[in-house]
């Protein structure tokens, strides 16, 4: 089983960036997992934001962000990152990654994760 902890949150100016960090382990599941980012805020559903594949060849992003976001990782340390951009108040919220046991991104919904972190919280000021 895959363990996932977020890292990267904290307050930032509207306009600012960010970069979040997934940090896996659990044995070797990362190197065949895809991993994908969420965000939630109070009183909101869940909103998907990007993932990638296993290779990080593929990835897959939301309308709402693919203009502000990045996502990417590096399996020799077993981190995904997604760096945002031009952050707005509207994206505070908690923001979690998560892993698919399938590593391909084709015919896998968004939400059919498998395992998840807890989550880093992201407060953007006006």
């Known amino acids: 089983q895959i363990q996932l902890v977020e890292s990267g949150g904290g307050l930032v100016q509207a306009g600012g960036s960010l970069r979040l960090s997934c940090a896996a382990s659990?044995?070797?599941?990362?190197?065949?997992?895809?991993i994908g980012w969420f965000r939630q805020a109070p009183g909101k559903e869940r909103e998907f934001l990007a993932r990638?594949?296993?290779?990080?060849?593929?990835?897959d992003y939301s309308d709402s962000m693919k203009d502000r976001c990045t996502i990417s990782r590096d399996n020799e340390k077993k981190i995904v990152y997604l760096q945002m951009t031009t952050l707005e108040p509207e994206d505070t919220a908690v923001y979690f990654c998560?892993?698919?046991?399938?590593?391909?991104?084709?015919?896998?919904?968004?939400?059919?994760?498998?395992?998840r972190g807890q989550g880093t919280q992201v407060t953007v000021s006006s």
């Open positions: 998560a892993a698919y046991e399938k590593g391909y991104l084709k015919d896998t919904p968004p939400n059919s994760f498998n395992y």
């Open positions: 659990g044995g070797r599941s990362f190197y065949t997992s895809a």
């Open positions: 990638i594949g296993w290779s990080g060849r593929s990835t």
